[in-house]
């Protein structure tokens, strides 16, 4: 019934304040309820396996936009989408997201793809094959959560994937305390060593950007930059380069 609609956070360098990309968020405008978030309804949606629909529905709206995004004369920055687990048990995610590209003529470096932790852990090997699909597509990825799940490091060393963000839980505790500083510093650490880039997720305040900054964090994203918006409204962050709030 189209009651559907992506919303589009910004991620930007934690440097320049430049946009490197926005994350698609999908959100259920119920005509009753208003807008109801994907953490109420996604976990459902993978319950019922309505989320193999619903994630396509995703994809194909992502890619619907890239498409009006770059025939309105914007440079588009690439767009995230979040991939569940069970779309990939469910398989044949990597022919989607290539028939979408062929579809709305999108070269791959505008598409990139958010995983979770455990998405990695299926032993599937079908799974696997689907992620390095993906990679070999162009399609750049992004390990989602980290260090909230099942972390599978044996998994990092597998399938190369090329940005770690690292889960809000971690980011919000920065300044708390030593060990919370510690634990973001070494995961930047190990993420450099990776030869991944690191996103912080969740970064709230001025002092968790202060922090990221010195630390050596790549990109940032969090309601200090910007919260989720319609692609109407997003389109404002394409026009003009988006400083955090600090500068
Ligand atoms: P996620 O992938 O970790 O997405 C980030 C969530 O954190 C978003 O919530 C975002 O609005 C929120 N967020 C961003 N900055 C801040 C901040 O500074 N502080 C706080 N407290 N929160 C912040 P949202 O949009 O409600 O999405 C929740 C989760 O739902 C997502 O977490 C993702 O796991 C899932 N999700 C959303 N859209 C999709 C989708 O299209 N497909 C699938 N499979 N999952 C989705
Ligand atoms: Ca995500
Ligand atoms: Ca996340």
Same mark, same amino acid.
């Given at each position: 019934?189209?009651q559907f609609a992506l919303y589009?956070?910004?991620?930007?360098?934690?440097?320049?304040?430049?946009?490197?990309?926005?994350?698609?968020?999908v959100r259920?405008i119920?005509?009753?309820?208003?807008?109801?978030?994907?953490?109420?309804?996604?976990?459902?949606?993978?319950?019922?396996?309505?989320?193999?629909?619903?994630?396509?529905?995703?994809?194909?709206e992502?890619?619907?936009?890239?498409?009006?995004?770059?025939?309105?004369?914007?440079?588009?920055?690439?767009?995230?989408?979040? +991939?569940?687990?069970?779309?990939? /048990?469910? $398989?044949?995610?990597?022919?989607? *997201?290539?028939? @979408?590209? %062929?579809?709305?003529?999108?070269?791959?470096?505008?598409?990139?793809?958010?995983?979770?932790?455990?998405?990695?852990?299926?032993?599937?090997?079908?799974?696997?094959?689907?992620?390095?699909?993906?990679?070999?597509?162009? +399609?750049?990825?992004?390990?989602? /959560?980290? $260090?909230?799940?099942?972390?599978? *490091?044996?998994? @990092?060393? %597998?399938?190369?994937?090329?940005?770690?963000?690292?889960?809000?839980?971690?980011?919000?505790?920065?300044?708390?305390?030593?060990?919370?500083?510690?634990?973001?510093?070494?995961?930047?650490?190990?993420?450099?060593?990776?030869?991944?880039?690191?996103?912080?997720?969740?970064?709230?305040?001025?002092?968790? *950007?202060?922090? @990221?900054?010195?630390?050596?964090?790549?990109?940032?994203?969090?309601?200090?930059?910007?919260?989720?918006?319609t692609?109407?409204?997003?389109?404002?962050?394409?026009?003009?380069?988006?400083?955090?709030?600090?500068?």
């Open positions: 019934q189209r589009y956070q910004p991620r930007v360098d934690t440097h320049t304040g430049e946009i490197r990309g926005l994350e698609a968020l259920w119920h005509p009753v309820h208003g807008v109801i978030s994907p953490a109420v309804f996604i976990s459902m949606a993978e319950a019922t396996g309505s989320i193999i629909p619903l994630g396509a529905l995703v994809m194909e992502a890619c619907r936009q890239i498409k009006a995004w770059r025939e309105a004369g914007l440079a588009p920055v690439p767009i995230s989408i979040n +991939i569940s687990p069970r779309q990939l /048990d469910a $398989g044949g995610v990597d022919r989607q *997201l290539a028939s @979408l590209m %062929e579809k709305y003529a999108i070269p791959p470096r505008l598409i990139e793809v958010e995983l979770t932790e455990s998405a990695m852990m299926s032993e599937a090997q079908g799974v696997l094959d689907q992620v390095a699909a993906i990679r070999q597509m162009g +399609i750049t990825l992004h390990l989602d /959560d980290f $260090g909230t799940g099942y972390s599978s *490091l044996s998994r @990092l060393q %597998e399938i190369e994937m090329q940005v770690l963000k690292i889960d809000r839980a971690f980011v919000s505790r920065l300044g708390t305390s030593h060990q919370a500083d510690v634990l973001v510093k070494t995961i930047i650490l190990m993420a450099r060593e990776l030869q991944m880039a690191v996103v912080a997720e969740g970064v709230e305040t001025v002092a968790q *950007l202060h922090a @990221l900054q010195r630390l050596g964090c790549d990109e940032v994203q969090g309601y200090l930059i910007a919260k989720a918006v692609a109407e409204e997003a389109t404002a962050f394409l026009h003009k380069k988006l400083l955090p709030a600090t500068q």
